[in-house]
Structures are given as C-alpha cells and as structure tokens.
C-alpha cells in the first residue's frame, strides 16, 4: 500500500515538467548555446555600468523565451 501511494504521487502533472527543464539544460550546454547567449549578450551591453546583472537578466529573459518557462 505505501509503495502505491508512492507511485501515485510521483505521478502529478505538477511535476512532470521538472526532468525535461534539466534534459533542455543539458542540452543547452552541450550544444553550446547557453554560452552563445551569454556571449551575445556581454557584447550587447559589457560596457555599461552594472554590466554583470544586465547580462544575467538579459541571458535568464532569452534562455526562458528558448525553453518556454513563464512566471505566470
């Protein structure tokens, strides 16, 4: 009984998304585009002041548009 109860509650909806966010990460890496995004951002803005959060903001917006994601 509590091996079913087990199953039944990894089998929500809720948390189906989570293994194919890390499988699209991964894939990211490996493809090397998390690190073209990056790079194509430092050289949008990599002279302003503050630099580092405009990239990590700028890089986290196009890396959700690619995969998705919302926070609705």
Known sequence: MVSQ???SGLDSATLL???FFILSGNI???GRIAR???NFDHNCDGS???SLAHCNILAN???R???GSSTN
């Open 5 to 7: 109860k087990l199953a």
């Open 17 to 19: 998304p989570i293994p």
């Open 28 to 30: 990211m890496n490996r």
């Open 36 to 38: 073209r995004l990056i």
């Open 48 to 50: 302003l002041p503050g």
């Open 61 to 63: 917006v196009l890396l």
């Open 65 to 67: 548009a690619i995969s």
